[in-house]
């Protein structure tokens, strides 16, 4: 078992990670202790955290308290409520550790002697628990269990295991096996309100034997005795923690990025890491929506999410079987309402909902992206059918004579209704990020059905997309304000509502441009003028009469009232950043970044994001966040915008290609990145950026010589050198303000003029405007009022 410590001091863990970072030259790689010492995020106060197995639960802890330090949450059911260790019959009291880390496997207390350390192992419902002495002592370990127990011999004589039966407890985590790496002896109390987790659970003490300097222990949950003794047995004995380590630092090495922006590249890290506590098989390979409460298979969620948690980290086979596993529940009913329609939510096998209209255009286009970056083509016959029935089922049920597509008032993403009935933010009967989606779906159905030479298909398809884009720009576009409409209702009016939706139009679609290029550089300036607060975009304008200022906790309206109309969501930072950096407003999106790596790093549960956040906030070194306290979608959409957008590496090997249009802020002098690329490939990408030049080079870990890649660098003259290669080789490209010296098998080397966007120079962050009374905060309720009288 691995020392906690490092160094011999048990408290040196207090500066880990604060000093700057240095291996990240050209070509090196750090090792283990390196990259998790700068991944490290301390604290001498109390933080938040949250850690997944990726099976069906999550561990939710508090740094620096031993009362409610944290629950372990199997299925729905808390098994695990409290922990906290013993030396020499003294109570370890964390609210007097000298420091605490957060790293990425786990979490470590320090003490003047001791050190304490937890980890929940991904991959399996496995607890690791260890404490160190710095002298040989008598050392214990308490845990606090939220069931009834009734204790079961292991099957042998093993002095350091011990098998419970929880009999109030759901069939999966029915069993609890815990094992150390010293024999113990145990006793079991049932104490009324104990300190340790302040309710009335059974408290499990476990007492080494004898003085040792370190007490490790497993804590196993399964659906059988033998299954739970397998579990910690095999974890004693294959040293799991140090196996769970190694398995999280290969996850981060996958794809790798560091860049001479330290706080940058540690937030990334993060939420590269936290993204992945979302992939579970709870239900079948799904990604769950949000910690704490949306712990359910989201549609709309998982294909948001899944090109930020699977298709840049190089997970395809997750993300294939995310898809397969979502197009074995789409509807197949012809006479339903929801025919061709993937679920909106999952939660459980016989629970299935469908009331969504976007999350199968999101699925269709993750389709799309998956095949793009895996080179898996032949999916393309295998998911073409699920794609057909799709639009089957919009073409029977919601296609308008004008080609656009109609759905409920509800059945966007601003899904938030009354009772389950009325729509606090009525967006039908055609809203624009819909239309989008409708119109990529298309644009990919298109695209499979050439593949797979399916003439009539893409002879209908294009015909399909052509009249969407006429119609689109038709309804939704003021040509004489230069303004796009939100949404139109089912008599053909515009609602002219400034919400951030209207970014995905210029986002979402990858086969073609739904808007012109001069009407969507109006939409940008529309939306960031109006929306975008330095801390996130919010989903309404402040001068709308329905905005709300606040989400939760406030006394004149419910939270789902603020829901979509003026609460911010971390996941639209996403949208944001990627149309900005299509416009090349660098400045801007990095601003928008870097405010976000804070709220990874410094604020709320640390190495994540959370859902919400109020739209107006007193102070944003502490701002307020709602809603879930890490949501997928927001880690997931800040990973993205590394790899898609700031590296602008776009796979496309559908058509045997692959782009790099490096959008660099100025604070990245170094970087290095691991770009996954089909199977089981990387291209190692380098750039450094000199006084009077930059130098890119390129690699792949195995060759590919049927493949090319387009790099397109900008320069501060505006103009762009695009050099065309193959991936057969390195490929290496100095360029300065004039010139482009390219060395590997370069096919073309041209220079081209960058176009500008002048419509775009003034624009810049909102800001809250205190002086409007808003009526969300003078009248009690009124949005009710509003609604229920419509």
Known sequence: MEKISQGGDFHDGEMKGECEYTAREQNKHPSMNELFDALAINSRESIDYVFS????????????????????????????????????????????????????YGVSHYYDNACEHMSLISGQRLLSFTIESELNSLLAAEFSIGSQLLLHKAGHNNPALIVYELLDCPA??????????????????????????GADNKKIHLSSLAEISELAIYIGFSDSKEAAVSIVSEAITGDEINQHKKRVYDFLMGSYFWCSDTEYSKAV?????????????????????????FKDIWGRDSFISLPGICLVNGQF?????????????????????????????????????????DGTPWMIRGVLEYINHSGDLAFAKVIYPVIKRFIEGVEKNYLDHDGLMKHKDPDTWMDAKIEGVIPWSPRGCKANDIQALWFES???????????????????????????????????????????????????????????????????????????????????????????????????????SEFHPYHDNQVMYHKDAAYHNGTIWGWNAGFTISALLKFNKIHVAYALSKNLADQILHQGYRGTMSENLDAYQHDPAKLVESGTYSQAWSVAE?????????????????????????????????????????GDNKIILNINVEDERTIYCLSTEKPLDNICVIINLPLQSGDTWTVKATLGQAVKIMVNIKDCVAEGVIIECVKNLTETYPVLDDISFSIPNWNIKHQALQENNFLLRKRYSL
């Not at 999966?172 to 340790?196: E, G, I, K, Q, Y």
């Not at 800040?638 to 782009?659: A, C, F, M, S, W």
């Open 317 to 357: 086979d997750i993300a294939r079987k995310i898809i397969e596993n979502f197009a074995t529940m789409q509807n197949c009913n012809v006479q339903s309402v929801d025919y061709g329609r993937i679920p909106n939510r999952v939660t459980s096998k016989d629970n299935i909902i469908y009331n969504t209209t």
């Open 269 to 293: 890290m993060w939420a590269r890491l936290a993204s992945q506590s979302f992939v579970n098989t709870e239900f079948g390979y799904g990604i769950w929506a949000g910690f704490p409460w």
């Open 172 to 197: 999966s985590c029915r069993f609890m096996a815990l094992s150390s790496n010293h024999p113990f002896t145990v006793a079991v109390s049932d104490t009324v309100s104990d300190p340790l987790d």
């Open 53 to 104: 197995d990726n099976v069906d639960g999550f561990y939710s802890g508090c740094t620096h308290i031993s009362e409610r330090c944290g629950k372990y949450i199997s299925g729905s059911h808390p098994v695990l409520t409290g922990y906290r260790f013993h030396i020499n019959y003294g109570v370890c009291d964390r609210a007097t550790a000298l420091n605490a880390t957060l790293l990425p």
């Open 638 to 678: 800040y990973t993205r915008n590394l790899y898609q957008d700031y590296i602008g590496y776009k796979p496309e090997l559908l058509h045997k290609r692959v782009t790099i249009s490096p959008k660099l802020p100025c604070e990245w002098r170094n970087v290095v990145a691991r770009l996954p690329l089909g």
């Open 442 to 544: 298309i644009g990919v159905a298109k695209e499979l059905a050439h593949l797979i030479s399916d003439q009539v298909g893409e002879k209908k398809y294009l015909a399909m997309s052509e009249k969407i884009k006429e119609s689109f720009v038709k309804k939704f576009w003021d040509a004489e304000r230069e303004i796009l409409a939100d949404r139109i209702n089912d008599i053909d009016e515009q609602d002219w509502s400034i919400r951030p939706n209207q970014l995905m139009v210029i986002t979402i679609p990858h086969c073609d441009m739904l808007l012109p290029i001069d009407n969507a550089q109006h939409v940008i300036k529309n939306s960031i003028n109006n929306l975008l607060f330095p801390w996130g975009i919010c989903s309404l304008s402040q001068d709308h």
